[in-house]
């Protein structure tokens, strides 16, 4: 089994600062890591993700991500958040079953 | 491209009433999941299908039930509805090596 942990709920960030979302995972097996975006009363759009080789990976919208191994982390990461950035943030995790584990989401809001 | 489509968009529902949710997922998937989230919470696993097969179970209760048809599209189907139960109801599907997609999500409300 595996479990997420994205440790904090919200994060309040200005326009046009740096924004990083912490992503923690466990699992006995190896994974696939993911976070995706949900914008209110939507569905989920899917951001970036990490299956295997280089553990910087680059999403969609300027995101970016860097998979630790020996942290067990997934951080997100963007240079410059826009208002538009302003989402809910899942990060999941695949192990050997298909189905994602989502972790609890973190609110971010830029503000002007 | 196409997507996964569900309907309906959203549904209103009396207590101890009944619902099914339809999902279709992206032409040639082979895998449909279906996903509860709470108001506030993350999406939880309730049940997938592998080529029309049940293949995992997760905190699906037995009052609900899904299949998946012929022409893979899948019905999640809730009986004795409680208040408990209004949430977003998403649809996902993928291929075994490609990234889950996901549907716009159903929303229940249950009075």
């Known amino acids: 089994a595996q479990s997420v942990t994205q440790l904090d709920s919200q994060v309040p960030v200005f326009e046009e600062a740096p924004v990083e979302l912490r992503c923690n995972y466990s699992s006995s097996v190896s994974v696939y890591l993911f976070w995706y975006v949900q914008y209110p009363n939507q569905g989920l759009q899917l951001l970036l993700k990490?299956?295997?080789?280089?553990?910087l990976v680059k999403g969609i919208n300027g995101f970016e991500a860097e998979f630790n191994k020996s942290q067990t982390s997934f951080h997100l990461r963007k240079p410059s958040v826009h208002i538009s950035d302003t989402a809910e943030y899942f990060c999941a995790v695949r192990g050997s079953a298909r189905q994602l584990t989502f972790g609890s989401g973190t609110q971010l809001t830029v503000l002007p | 491209a196409a997507g996964v489509i569900q309907s309906p968009r959203h549904l209103i529902k009396e207590k101890r009433e009944t619902a099914t949710l339809k999902c279709y997922p992206i032409?040639?998937?082979?895998?449909v999941y279906w996903y509860q989230q709470g108001p506030g919470q993350d999406p939880q696993f309730l049940i997938s299908?592998?080529?029309?097969?049940?293949?995992d179970k997760g905190s699906i209760p037995d009052r609900f039930s899904a299949q998946q048809f012929s022409d893979y599209h899948s019905e999640l189907n809730m009986s004795s509805l409680e208040l408990g139960d209004s949430a977003l109801y998403f649809c996902a599907s993928s291929l075994k090596t490609g990234n889950t997609h996901f549907g716009q999500g159903t929303r229940l409300t249950v009075v």
């Open positions: 032409p040639r998937h082979d895998t």
């Open positions: 299908f592998y080529e029309k097969m049940q293949s």
């Open positions: 990490y299956l295997s080789g280089s553990t």
